[in-house]
Structures are given as structure tokens and as C-alpha cells.
């Protein structure tokens, strides 16, 4: 687990991390805000994405966030303690960059959700790579019920459950239960508060098993392709298989399962 900085607590740490079996677990640390993305959180956050871009020993990271919220989203007193564009636009693009570096991180992320996810909070859920969360989790970009457009939010979430979904979603602000963001894709599953946890640390560890190198050449090829047209996905994919069977752990667990034998050990990918 990283340490707190000197003489502070982690009560005074906004994104703590504790590291299990190769799974890092990044908490979002406000509760009596609802874990609202200030910029100090949105820095932490990042700060703690660009570390374990750099760190061969984690295969999976889970973001999670503490007491009864995942994210209400921005800090609107914040927000409107500096109003005027500049500064909105050096908050939002902070928050852009941000969730960019989930979307290149080398290992997939969790969204570990109990209880709401609202506008860039919703946009977070959307914008990694699976998703869990409780039956008790609610989901809405509700912005528009303030006069402000979840726009960024809009990005992965547009992406993560499709067009129509998307917009009744930005368009009304009205929030769905975790069943229905189910239904709509924005989750892989709803499940009981109760089993929550042992959910999101079965899939972690599952994924943490695979070859760190089959992962990163996955992660990185799904993303790409996904919104490209059919001939161009299918080269990127042809591409990324040959360059992926060049690695050893490609070329040693092709070589075992051809001979009947257990799976490699999988090497650490490369920093």
C-alpha cells in the first residue's frame, strides 16, 4: 500500500492504493463529499495512473470509492468558487487527460461501484475498462437538470452503451438502477452489495493470471479498433497477433498446449 504523505493520515489522502496478488486497489478518498472529483482528486488520481503505467508487478487495477458513494462527480462549489471559461477549461481538460491515461493504461481497469455514479462520476464508471457494482448503485448524468450539459461525460458513455441509451441519459439526467446499466452495457454486472467485493477481486484476480504482454497487446488493440471500419480494425487486429505471437509468453504457451504440458509462468510485461 503506498504510504501517506509525511505527517498526514490516510484519512487526508484523496486516492489511496493497497496492493493485492497483483491487483492495485485505488480508492477514492472524500466520503463526506461523496467522493467528488475536485482538481486535487482529479491530480491524485492521475498521479497514481501515471505510477502504475510505470509498474510491471500490477496486472490489474480496481477503482473504487469509500463510504456511501463511487462519485458524485466535479465539486461544484469549486466549479463556481472560479467560473469563468479559463479555469473550467483547466479543470475539464485535467479531468479529459486523466481519464485518457485509464483509457492507455497497460492493464485493464475496474470500476468497483456502491452507490452512485453521477455525471463525471458516471463518466469514470463508462470510461474503464469493466465494471461491477452493487444492486444498490444508482447512475445519471444529471447535469442537464442544472442547466450544464454533461459533455465530457458524454464521451465514454456514448461509447460504452450506445447512441440512443446515451442520449436519453444526457438529455433527461434521470438516473437508472445498476439492473438497467446492466441491461445497457455501462455494467458487466449488478450484483448484491454483500458479494461485491469477492465479484470485482474474482474477476481481478482471474484477468491478473492471463500474460501480463497478451493483455497490454489486448487492451491496446480492443480500444483502437473498436470504433474503426471493418477493414481497418481486422489489419490493426492481424497486426497486433503477429507482433504478439513474437513474445515469449505467446511462443511458450502456444509451445505447451501443443505438448500437453501446464501453462508458462507468464514474465512481468516489459515497463
Known amino acids: 500500500m503506498t504510504s501517506p504523505p509525511k505527517n498526514d493520515t490516510l484519512d487526508d489522502v484523496l486516492v489511496t492504493r493497497e496492493d493485492r496478488d497483483q491487483v492495485a486497489w485505488l480508492t477514492l478518498?472524500?466520503?463526506?463529499?461523496?467522493?467528488?472529483?475536485?482538481?486535487?482528486?482529479?491530480?491524485?488520481?492521475?498521479t497514481?495512473?501515471?505510477?502504475?503505467?510505470?509498474?510491471?508487478s500490477v496486472r490489474v487495477v480496481v477503482i473504487s470509492g469509500a463510504g456511501k458513494a463511487f462519485s458524485a462527480g466535479h465539486d461544484l462549489k469549486e466549479m463556481m468558487s472560479k467560473p469563468e471559461q479559463a479555469p473550467c477549461e483547466?479543470?475539464?481538460?485535467?479531468c479529459a487527460e486523466m481519464m485518457l491515461k485509464i483509457h492507455h493504461l497497460p492493464?485493464?481497469?475496474?470500476?468497483?461501484?456502491?452507490?452512485?455514479?453521477?455525471?463525471?462520476?458516471?463518466?469514470?464508471?463508462?470510461?474503464?475498462?469493466?465494471?461491477?457494482?452493487?444492486d444498490r448503485s444508482k447512475f445519471a448524468t444529471s447535469g442537464i437538470n442544472l442547466g450544464?450539459?454533461?459533455?465530457?461525460?458524454s464521451v465514454p458513455l456514448s461509447r460504452a452503451i450506445g447512441r440512443k441509451a446515451a442520449a436519453e441519459m444526457l438529455y433527461?439526467?434521470?438516473?437508472?438502477?445498476?439492473?438497467?446499466?446492466?441491461?445497457l452495457g455501462l455494467l458487466n454486472r449488478a450484483?448484491?452489495?454483500e458479494v461485491l467485493d469477492a465479484e470485482v477481486e474474482n474477476l481481478a484476480?482471474?484477468?491478473?493470471?492471463?500474460?501480463?504482454?497478451?493483455?497490454?497487446?489486448?487492451?491496446?488493440?480492443?480500444?483502437?479498433?473498436?470504433?474503426?471500419?471493418?477493414?481497418?480494425?481486422?489489419?490493426?487486429?492481424?497486426?497486433?497477433?503477429?507482433?504478439?505471437?513474437?513474445?515469449?509468453?505467446?511462443?511458450?504457451?502456444?509451445?505447451?498446449?501443443?505438448?500437453k504440458q501446464p501453462s508458462p509462468k507468464w514474465k512481468d510485461r516489459d515497463a
Open 107 to 134: 492493464q485493464p481497469v475496474i470500476a468497483h461501484v456502491d452507490g452512485i455514479a453521477t455525471a463525471a462520476g458516471c463518466q469514470l464508471v463508462a470510461q474503464c475498462d469493466l465494471a461491477i457494482a452493487s
Open 48 to 56: 497514481e495512473l501515471d505510477v502504475l503505467s510505470q509498474d510491471t
Open 90 to 94: 483547466v479543470l475539464f481538460n485535467a
Open 205 to 259: 484476480l482471474e484477468i491478473a493470471s492471463k500474460s501480463p504482454s497478451a493483455i497490454e497487446f489486448g487492451k491496446r488493440l480492443f480500444l483502437n479498433q473498436i470504433d474503426k471500419p471493418l477493414d481497418q480494425a481486422y489489419a490493426i487486429a492481424a497486426k497486433t497477433m503477429s507482433a504478439n505471437m513474437q513474445h515469449t509468453d505467446a511462443r511458450d504457451g502456444v509451445g505447451a498446449f501443443i505438448k
Open 172 to 183: 433527461t439526467g434521470k438516473f437508472i438502477s445498476a439492473d438497467e446499466a446492466e441491461r
Open 29 to 46: 478518498n472524500r466520503p463526506k463529499k461523496l467522493n467528488a472529483l475536485s482538481e486535487a482528486m482529479i491530480a491524485a488520481l492521475s
Open 148 to 153: 450544464l450539459f454533461c459533455a465530457t461525460p
Open 191 to 193: 450484483v448484491g452489495a
